[in-house]
């Protein structure tokens, strides 16, 4: 589809946007180009990414594209370069091109005509894919099946897949790097959808991977991630010689269920990308921010762009509902990350998405300041482990159940299950928290917060408890759930839970796994943290529970255990055939302890899980109440209202901003958000260093004034709805 230049205008009505048109140095642009040539990247606030298909040589209209990406202000622009496909007149042998290029350079022009306006140019290499043409020289690159053919794509069987040991990125990637380092003025490098965070490699029938086939799970992990690093400093040296001021951007895109090291990877760069585009299905809306807390946990304020996708689901050419992108962006934004806005091809079946893009980029342009980010003001944070996802065994599901088949007990469950119960009842207690990366579980990496939450963060070395005990003869209040700490960091089971004299308390004997069966717990005496349920006898406890040892009196202990999926069947008396006095009795579903200045939670349950995976609401307030009574109400922000909200709290350049994202939706916990739900006064108190005075007060979203009050610290102000989202901004 060829459209013209003043069609392209009319169906995108970039025409109201003339005025960037006609001034090449956008602020934005400007903003780029005077900063410090070395550091760029350090001050991007905008990027985006023009994904070429092999048939864009044959139309691509780069003018027409240019004057979009201008309009958003962009600091930086991601182009298809090659690896895969060559855009550009390679002359590397074994480097295939696109078969429409012609005498056409792609790549080349349409990097010069950004640049003239001042937006800086990376460029994408693909390097999980090679076109069959290739393998008649280089077979030795591609991964291999059992019979010894080449792996093909299912869908486009011309085209194979690199073999991850194989010598392809290290000999060729590294080649195409200089050629197009010798060819254009380039500002940095992209290998898209690499390195792969989230799973083990796949090793395949290549002489390469033969060489690993007899390693345990644990050796291949390791051999990979050095495999991967090797690599990624590699390229950072090609990179490198070129130029300190050429940046190589990795992508480190796997959440909270990565099982590498994402620190270790983040280390290696300047840079990270998060491949984080849009959801489907069943994912929650608070995915997007999720991961821009994962990127911060690993890169420190170091930058970090997030994928946008500006297309639904599957629908490489189609645009996502506009109330969805916008709150996917805001997520993007509001957890401290660079927006990344992506579209695929020059053809424009479905152009929606280019005035969501450009109306959300332009008001962002005007609220720089309050964007960049000095430091997170969170005083809670909540611990990940890729450690944990990588080795540990999460029991599956339970025996039981109405037909009450039986259970593969080697049937594993997911790791990531009980962090996500965890962040489901924060966003509903409305509290501010971080993740934070288990490689920080070190004194300088804990001594922003006040309490610490490890949702089953099962894998913890002696090192790791040992700095978990200074925090807590610190002050630090800690809550931890069902098997933390009960292996070390190789994954072997400890004869006791590594924090065992933290909360006192001591496996019984003869533990080999949790125990699986539905089961309650039952109130025992008063606690604020179970006020709502007294007169209860019992609530939803779990469905797997660690029998421990713990001296002192409980304020909700495990009742034993009694069928519960025929219904004839479900009750907790004696019966001839099973006496329940017999069964396994005593044990504590929570203890509850306070040393000095901490207040500490253990709970020997899947309590987090359950909220998640089982919707338990008891459970979620259980975990609330637990948090707001450890942080003694004490905490230095919180915000009152109606509804579902995600905050996030940061301290800025012009002095601190508060953001609320509005996820009170239907289409909260299922994509995609089709319009918003407004939610009405917002009370907010934010706590400040006593010596600053705030001076003047705004939102940023709806672009009103704010009147706040200011007294000694305590800094508080009222907002009266919140339509998407909004971001209270405090000027210094
Ligand atoms: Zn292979």
Redesign the pocket.
Known sequence: MKQTRREFLSTTSLATAGVFLTNPLTSSAFHAITNSEDKWYLNMRRCAQHNFNEHDPANLNIEQWVDYWVSLKLDAIILTAGGFIAMYPTKLENHYKSQFLGNRDLFGDYLKALKKKGIRVIARIETNFIHMDIYKNKPEWF?MNKDGTPWRHSETPWIGRS????NYRNEQITKVINEILSLYDVDGFFTNSWPEVEHAP???N?T??KAYKNLTEKELADVAIEHTLTTIKLINETVKKKGSNIVYNVNIAGGIGAIQDLQKVGNLTNWMTTDHQGRGGGTPIWDCAQQGKVAYAVMKGRPVTNVVGTKTGPWRHSSKSEAETILWLAQTTSSGMIPWWVWLGSDLPDNRWQAIGRKYYQWLAKNDIHFTNKKSMSKIGVVFSNNVNALYNAPGRVPGGYWGDPVDTNSKGNTTDYLQGIYYALLEGRFVFDLVHDNDLTSEGLKNYKALILPNIALLSDQQAESLKGFVNNGGSLLATFETGLYNEKGELRNDFALSEIFDIHLKSGYTKPKGQVFYATVETEHEIIKEFKGLEHLPGGEFYIPIEASGKHIMNIKPPYPNGIPEMVYPYSRKELDSQEQDSNNPAIVVREKGDSRLVYFPTDIDKNVWARGSVDLSKIIQNSVRWMTEDKLNISVEGDGYVEVFAWETEAGFAIHILNYNNPNMTRASIRRFYPIGQQKIRVEIPSSITIKKAELLRSEKGLEITQTGSIVEFLIPSIEDFEIAALYK
Do not use: A, K, T
């Open positions: 991964e073999c991850f040991f194989s796949r090793l395949c290549s390469y991977c």
